[in-house]
C-alpha cells in the first residue's frame, strides 16, 4: 500500500499492476485509486523472493531473482534483475501485467530527464528483446559523496524478450513501462541498471567488473536473457544448498535468519578491478557515515565471504595496505577505512577538525580532497578518534584467516612488514587498552576494553600463523608464545565469578566477547574451556526477549555479534537460546526497516527510529551474522552459512547494492509495504548515532524533523557560520552534515 523506499527512506517507486479483463489491480507500491489484489502469501530464499496474490479469477505469482552467486563474479556484479510472472487462471480471462519504474531510481534531485525505447536486435546467443532506458540528461558518474543519499547517475533500464512485450519510456510522467501479455501463463523482465563508472579507486576511474565481461549494458541485459534458465537453474542450487546446511546446523529459525539476509550482505559491496586487474570489493559503511571500504564493516562480514572464496576478502584488504603505505598515514596502526563513499581516496573518519572549514568539506554531496596524496606532517588527522588496536587486530586476523582457507600465505607475503609493525602495536597496547573507539563505536571511548583485548591477543597469534605458514619458525614460536602468555593473563583479570567482565577492573560488567570466535576458528586453544562455558551460560541468562544486550550498559545490541557468540556455543541448545531471540525480533518487530544491527532487546524497536531519525540499518556491518559460520571450523564439522539484514516480509525493493551510489542494481524484494513516514531527501549523517560527548541536550532541526537529544555534531563548521566554540568531538565522518540547523546547542 506503499510505495517502495531506500534503507535511507528515500522513495524508490516502483508500482506493479495486473490488468484482469480490463479491471486494473495494484500487486506493488502505492495502490491510490485502484483496487488491490489480496496477497496470499511469499517465499524468500537466499536468491529469490516470490509473491503470491488472488482473487477470484487468477492466482499471480511475482518472483524476483538477484543472481548474486559469490562462485561466479560477473553474476556477482552483472546489474540485472530477473522478474518472472506465473498466473493461474480459475475462469477464461485476459491477464496482462505492468510494471512502472519512477524517475527516484536515477534522479533525487529537480533535473531534466531523458530516455528511450527500442528494440535490441538477436545478438550471438542473445535473444531479441525490447527496453526503455531514462536517465539525467546531464550525466555527472560519481558526482557526489556522502550518506543518506542515492544515486544520481546513471540509466535504469527494463526489458522483456516475449512475444508481444512493450517497454515504455513515459516522457511526460518520467516513467518507464514495460507491459507484458500473461497469454500463456508465464513471462518475463529484466531491471537493469548502469552506473556508467561505479569508484574512484586511488585516482583511478573505475568500472563495475561485469564491464569486464560485457562491452554494455545492452550486451549484459541480452546475456541474462540468454543465460535465464541456467542461472535460474544454479540460482535454485545456491538456494538448496543454503537452507539445507543452516537447517542441519542451527534449525528452522537459522535457515530463517539465512534466506532473509543474503542478498542483503553482498549488496552492501561494489566489485571492480584495479589498474592491474587485482579484484578489489569495497563495502559502503551505510546509514552511519559512508566510509568506503571500513575495515571494521569487512571484519564482521568476512564469514560469508570466506566460506565462498577468498578473493573477495582479499579484495577488501587490498585497499586498506595501499592506504596504510601512503605517506599521509603516519600512525604504526591500521587506517580504519579509505574514504568516502564512491572515492576510496583514503581515510575520512576521525579528521582533524580544527581544518575541517579550509582543507575539507564533509557535507553530503561534498567530496573529500585525495587525502592518499598528501604528504607526511600534513596532521589531517585525530589521534582521539581513531581505532588503533580495534582495526590492527582485524587487519590481521583477516589475513591469516584468508592464508588459513587457502593453505599458503603468500597473499601475506609482500604485507608482513606492516603487519609486524601492527602486531608489535598489539603487543604494546593490547593486554590492557587505553580508552579509545572500538568497532561498537555509538557506545563511546572505553578503557580496559575486556573483549578488544582479546581481539588484541588473537590478532597477534594470527601473525604467528602467518610468519609459520612463510617458515618463520622462531618468530611464528615468539608470537604464538606471547600470545598464549597475554590470554592466561587476561583470564586472571577478566573473571568475575561466572562470567568475564566488560572492563578490566570493573567487576561489575559484562559484555559480549565475540572476538573470542577466532581462537575456535584457529584452533589455537589460547583461551580455556571454563572462559566459553562460563561466558555462553552467562549470555544466556542475560538474553532478553529479542536478544542478549552487547554489555552491561545498554540494553541495546548488536544482532552481528550475537550470532558470532552462537558460533561457540558448545552445544545445538545454547546456541539456540542465542539464535531464536534474533529470529523473533525479525519476525515481530514494529519498525518498518530492514533487519536492524542495532536495537532494543527489551522492545524490539530500532535504535535509529527510537531517536526519531528515519533511517535503516549499516548493512555492511549487519552482514555479519554469517560469522556462525565460523561453526565449519570449530570442531563441530558443519558448515553453516549465515547472512544478515533481511526483509519485513512485506515488500521493499532492495534495488540493487543498497549502498547509496550504487548503480550494481539487483532487484531482491524486501517491504513494498514498508511504511514510509518521511521523504527526506536530505539527512544528517552526523546526528544518525547515539555516540557521546558535550551535545547530550542539543535538539537538531532537519527539514522539519528534531531528532531529540542527538549527542553528535561532527565538526565545528553549522550552518549561516555558526561555530560552536567547543572542542571538536567528530566520531564518524568529520563535516558529514546537511541541512540542518542548531537549536539549544549549549
Not at 489484489?37 to 517465499?43: F, H, S, Y
Not at 523472493?49 to 531473482?65: A, G, P, Q, R, S
Not at 527516484?104 to 527500442?118: M, T, Y
Not at 590470554?487 to 559484562?510: C, M, P, Q, S
Amino acid at each position: 500500500d506503499k510505495d517502495p523506499v531506500h534503507w535511507s527512506q528515500i522513495r524508490q517507486q516502483l508500482r506493479g499492476y495486473v490488468n484482469v479483463d480490463g479491471v486494473v489491480y495494484s500487486f506493488l507500491g502505492d495502490k491510490e485509486f485502484h483496487e488491490t489484489i489480496g496477497q496470499t502469501g511469499v517465499d524468500v530464499t537466499a536468491t529469490s523472493t516470490t509473491y503470491t496474490f488472488e482473487n477470484e479469477k487468477i492466482i499471480l505469482n511475482v518472483k524476483f531473482t538477484s543472481p548474486l552467486l559469490l562462485d561466479d563474479l560477473t553474476l556477482v556484479s552483472r546489474p540485472c534483475t530477473y522478474i518472472d510472472y506465473a498466473v493461474e487462471k480459475k475462469e477464461n480471462c485476459d491477464v496482462r501485467v505492468d510494471f512502472v519504474v519512477a524517475s527516484d531510481l536515477v534522479s533525487q534531485k529537480q533535473a531534466k530527464l531523458i530516455g528511450c525505447n527500442a528494440r535490441r536486435p538477436e545478438k550471438g546467443d542473445a535473444p531479441a528483446y525490447n527496453y526503455a532506458q531514462m536517465g539525467r540528461a546531464a550525466q555527472k558518474p560519481l558526482g557526489g559523496s556522502g550518506d543518506h543519499v542515492t544515486i544520481d547517475w546513471g540509466y535504469v533500464y527494463v526489458a522483456s524478450a516475449e512475444k508481444g512485450a512493450v517497454c515504455t519510456y513515459d516522457a511526460a510522467n518520467e516513467k518507464l513501462i514495460c507491459r507484458l501479455p500473461l497469454d500463456d501463463d508465464k513471462a518475463g523482465m529484466i531491471l537493469a541498471y548502469d552506473d556508467l563508472l561505479s569508484i574512484n579507486y586511488f585516482g583511478q576511474w573505475r568500472k563495475a567488473y561485469w564491464t569486464n565481461t560485457y562491452a554494455t549494458i545492452l550486451d549484459a541485459i541480452g546475456a541474462a536473457f540468454a543465460d535465464h534458465d541456467e542461472t535460474l537453474k544454479h540460482a535454485a542450487a545456491v538456494d538448496e544448498k543454503v537452507e539445507k546446511e543452516a537447517y542441519a546446523a542451527g534449525g528452522e529459525k537459522y535457515a530463517f535468519l539465512c534466506n532473509m539476509s543474503y542478498r542483503h550482505a553482498i549488496a552492501a559491496h561494489k566489485l571492480i578491478t584495479d589498474e592491474d586487474g587485482n579484484i578489489i570489493f569495497l563495502s559502503k559503511e551505510n546509514d552511519s557515515n559512508g566510509c568506503i571500504g571500513t575495515v571494521d564493516v569487512s571484519y564482521p562480514s568476512v564469514p560469508l565471504f570466506l566460506l565462498f572464496n577468498t578473493e573477495y576478502v582479499k579484495g577488501m584488504l587490498r585497499p586498506v595496505f595501499q592506504f596504510a603505505a601512503c605517506d599521509s598515514w603516519e600512525f604504526d596502526f591500521a587506517p580504519h577505512d579509505v574514504g568516502r563513499y564512491p572515492y576510496a581516496w583514503g581515510q575520512v573518519y576521525g579528521l582533524n577538525g580544527k581544518k575541517g572549514d579550509l582543507w575539507f568539506s564533509g557535507w553530503n554531496d561534498d567530496i573529500f580532497p585525495p587525502f592518499y596524496q598528501y604528504p607526511a606532517g600534513t596532521d589531517i588527522f585525530e589521534f582521539r578518534y581513531q581505532m588503533p588496536v580495534e582495526e590492527c587486530g582485524n587487519m590481521l586476523l583477516m589475513t591469516a584467516a584468508v592464508c588459513k582457507l587457502d593453505g599458503n600465505a603468500l597473499f601475506a607475503e609482500p604485507h608482513m612488514a606492516v603487519l609486524k609493525q601492527w602486531t608489535q602495536y598489539l603487543v604494546k597496547f593490547g593486554a590492557d587498552p587505553g580508552e579509545q573507539l572500538c568497532t561498537d563505536d555509538f557506545a563511546g571511548h572505553l578503557s580496559h576494553n575486556v573483549n578488544l583485548s582479546a581481539k588484541a591477543i588473537m590478532g597477534i597469534e594470527a601473525y604467528a600463523r602467518l610468519a609459520a605458514q612463510l617458515g618463520r619458525t622462531e618468530e611464528a614460536e615468539e608470537y604464538h608464545a606471547k600470545a598464549a602468555e597475554m590470554a592466561k593473563d587476561w583470564e586472571k583479570r577478566a573473571i568475575a565469578d561466572d562470567h568475564y567482565v566488560l572492563a578490566f577492573g570493573n567487576a561489575d560488567t559484562w559484555s559480549l566477547k565475540y572476538n573470542l570466535v577466532w581462537d575456535k576458528f584457529f584452533g589455537s586453544k589460547l583461551f580455556s574451556d571454563e572462559v566459553y562455558e562460563k561466558e555462553l551460560k552467562y549470555y544466556v541468562k542475560k538474553t532478553n526477549e529479542y536478544g542478549t544486550p552487547l554489555d552491561s550498559r545498554k540494553d541495546y545490541t548488536k544482532s552481528d555479534w550475537i550470532l558470532w557468540c552462537a558460533s561457540m556455543a558448545k552445544t545445538d541448545e545454547e546456541a539456540q537460546a542465542l539464535i531464536a531471540p534474533v529470529a523473533h525480533y525479525l519476525e515481530t518487530t514494529a519498525t518498518r526497516v530492514p533487519f536492524s544491527d542495532w536495537y532494543e532487546t527489551v522492545t524490539g524497536v530500532d535504535i535509529r527510529e527510537q531517536q526519531d531519525i528515519c533511517i535503516a540499518l549499516d548493512l555492511a556491518v549487519s552482514s555479519t551474522l554469517m560469522l556462525c559460520s565460523f561453526r565449519i571450523n570449530c570442531q563441530i564439522h558443519r558448515q553453516r552459512p549465515i547472512y544478515d539484514t533481511a526483509c519485513d516480509l512485506a515488500f521493499f525493493v532492495h534495488l540493487g547494492q543498497l549502498s547509496s551510489f550504487n548503480g550494481n542494481r539487483h532487484l531482491g524484494v524486501y517491504n513494498l509495504n514498508c511504511c514510509q513516514r518521511s521523504n527526506l531527501r536530505t539527512l544528517n549523517t552526523a546526528c544518525m548515532y547515539n555516540l557521546y560527548g558535550i551535545f547530550n541536550d542539543m535538539y537538531l532541526i532537519f527539514q522539519g524533523r528534531i531528532c531529540h537529544k542527538c549527542n553528535v555534531c561532527q565538526e565545528q563548521q553549522l550552518l549561516n557560520a555558526f561555530y560552536l566554540k567547543t572542542a571538536y568531538v567528530g566520531q564518524r565522518l568529520a563535516g558529514a552534515q546537511t541541512n540542518f540547523l542548531v537549536q539549544n546547542a549549549l
